[in-house]
């Protein structure tokens, strides 16, 4: 459990291993779980609320919290990340009582150019640290994940998709467009293999 207390340009977790803190902007109080404040050694939001767990929500150890200068993050109730990587320059939400298991990547932006000439250049440019480059190589696309979404480890969510509540996402799984309300999917891409009945 986190008191939230404020400790300078962000909050000190009890027992954290790490000296560090978690950013004064992310929302949180004591029903939640954060492993460590490590987790926000790349996040550089400054959007107020950058980040809100919502109560009960866990966030546990190797889990990582890239976020650009305007992101913010919504984790809903009792949502559990487990090792997740996300990250993040618009949105991304999580829906209550979500399931997000060790190493899922959640990005709403590629973060270079997808075509491999225009990437080669994008990349020599922020390697001279030209004053040019532009911060970032695609527009970012909001992910939103529904209530009660199961997501299997090494899965990968890409830019721009939704995925409907009561779905679960097998292991490894590359989920490159939407998917819908109780659909189990898997593959590289996803595909839907089984619809669920809902209860």
């Not at 939640?32 to 866990?58: C, D, Q, V, W």
């Not at 939400?93 to 994008?122: C, F, H």
């Not at 199961?150 to 097998?170: E, Q």
Request: proline share 7%.
């Amino acid at each position: 459990m986190n008191d939230g207390a404020t400790h300078g340009e962000g909050r000190r977790l009890p027992d954290d291993w790490y000296d560090g803190v978690v950013p004064s902007n992310v929302i949180f109080d004591a029903s939640n779980h954060i492993h460590t404040s490590y987790s926000f050694r790349r996040f550089k939001s400054r959007a107020p609320e950058a980040m809100t767990l919502g109560h009960g929500a866990a966030i546990y150890l190797n889990s990582m919290f890239d976020l650009g200068r305007d992101a913010r993050v919504i984790i809903g109730d009792y949502a559990m990340l487990n090792g997740v990587s996300i990250i993040c320059d618009a949105s991304v939400t999580i829906g209550a009582y979500g399931l997000i298991s060790w190493n899922v990547v959640l990005i709403d932006n590629l973060r270079a150019p997808r075509m491999p000439n225009e990437r080669r250049a994008y990349l020599d440019r922020l390697l001279r640290k030209d004053p040019n480059a532009p911060a970032l190589g695609e527009t970012p696309a909001p992910i939103v994940i529904g209530e009660n979404v199961w997501i299997g480890h090494d899965a990968v969510v890409l830019p721009g998709v939704s995925i409907g509540r009561g779905s679960i996402v097998g292991a490894r799984t590359v989920v490159t467009q939407s998917i819908p309300e109780f659909a189990v999917v898997a593959g590289n891409p996803a595909r839907i293999i089984r619809r669920l009945e809902p209860s």
